[in-house]
């Protein structure tokens, strides 16, 4: 009995470390891309300006929009009202990284 509760326990921690490294790993995906794809006007971290005084910090998001809101645009194609802004596009995998790692560097979540 003791080795079956032992065996399950184990199983259970490694499974939690599994999962946590697979969402660090998401999340470093996450960070990444956006620094590919939008640090050139955007500051994409937890401190800095961004590179364009209009362009929202990432950081800041959370004050304007819930990051999973964003999902879907993410996944459809993020268009804005401003010219110098591309489109993108990102699979869903890709657009899931994203959200968790601007849900990790929020320094205020929506009001």
């Known amino acids: ?11 259970s921690g490694t499974l939690a470390a599994a999962t946590s490294a697979a969402a660090e790993t998401a999340e470093r995906r996450g960070q990444i891309l956006v620094t590919r794809h939008c640090a050139s ?4 971290g937890v401190s800095g300006a961004s590179k364009e005084p209009a362009a929202l910090p990432f950081r800041e998001i959370g004050r304007r ?4 809101q964003l999902q879907e645009a993410l996944a459809e194609g993020l268009l804005t009202g401003h010219p ?17 790692y ?10």
């Open 1 to 11: 009995m003791q080795r079956a509760l032992l065996l399950v326990l184990t199983m």
């Open 41 to 44: 006007c955007h500051a994409v």
């Open 65 to 68: 929009y819930d990051p999973e």
């Open 84 to 100: 110098m802004m591309p489109e993108f596009r990102f699979p869903p995998e890709d657009g899931k990284a994203i959200i968790r």
């Open 102 to 111: 601007l849900k990790s560097i929020q320094t205020r979540q929506p009001g």
